[in-house]
């Protein structure tokens, strides 16, 4: 869209028609040759640069990418504009004049192979530009996102379809313990334990040892327990 301001006064919107497909075919055609003169300097500031700015903008206005047969202008400049800035001085250069120009950071980035976010970065950062040049224009939805999945829906008795209800992964089955084995694992740690305990006993110390006599109850107890294991195997 472009404001004819001839008459400051009365200004009048006028509406860009959009390009035919052979038009649009014709206009991209001069759109690369900008493109291909740009990238062999690496520059936007030159006039090759300002011939390029001036080619995009028009381009945006005649909506080149339904003449193209593409579903979006954000679609267009993803495949047919890739420019290559030697260096970041280069790149700001280049965000300064399209930004300039109308066009949005989501529209920029594609071009320059940067994120949307690197170019509001490079035009801030550049002094001649304020916060509300940025992203001038709305911001285009990224077609380049998938789709979701469609939900699948079932049908109930009553004719009313709803979405299918994830089915719950099968519960793992806890193997069933082999008894006899455990037990016979736990009676070979109690026996070397007791082997210990009677190793122990047979130092001379153990006798005199006060602490030691204090765990009496405790074997005890112990023999008592393992008596009433022996007493199930008769």
């Known amino acids: 869209m472009t404001i004819d301001t001839t008459d400051a006064v ?34 936007a500031y030159d006039d090759a640069g300002a011939a390029l700015t001036v080619l995009l903008a028009e381009a945006r206005d005649g909506q080149i990418h339904v003449g193209l047969g593409l579903p979006s202008w954000t679609a267009y400049l993803e495949q047919y504009v890739r420019l290559e800035p030697r260096s970041i001085e280069d790149r700001r250069a280049m965000v300064a004049q399209m930004v300039e120009a109308g066009m949005s950071t989501r529209a920029i980035g594609p071009m320059l192979n940067v994120s949307h976010v690197t170019v509001s970065t490079d035009a801030l950062a550049l002094s001649n530009l304020t916060p509300d040049l940025i992203d001038s224009e709305p911001a285009e939805i990224d077609d380049t996102q998938p789709e979701p999945e469609p939900v699948p829906m079932v049908t109930g008795r009553d004719g009313v379809q709803q979405p299918r209800r994830k089915s719950k992964p099968p519960a793992k089955k806890t193997p069933p313990k082999n008894i006899a084995n455990d037990f016979t694992k736990t009676l070979d740690t109690l026996a ?8 122990l006993s047979n130092d001379p110390k153990f006798a005199k040892s006060a602490t030691i006599k204090k765990h009496r109850e405790h074997l005890e107890k112990a023999h008592d327990l393992l008596q009433t294991v022996i007493d199930k195997l008769v």
Do not use: M, R, Y
């Open 10 to 43: 009365d200004a009048e919107i006028v509406e860009t028609p959009a390009f035919t497909k052979t038009q649009a075919v014709q206009h991209n055609q001069k759109v690369q040759g900008a493109i291909s003169a740009v990238n062999a300097t690496g520059k």
């Open 192 to 199: 070397t334990s007791i082997e210990e305990l009677v190793k």
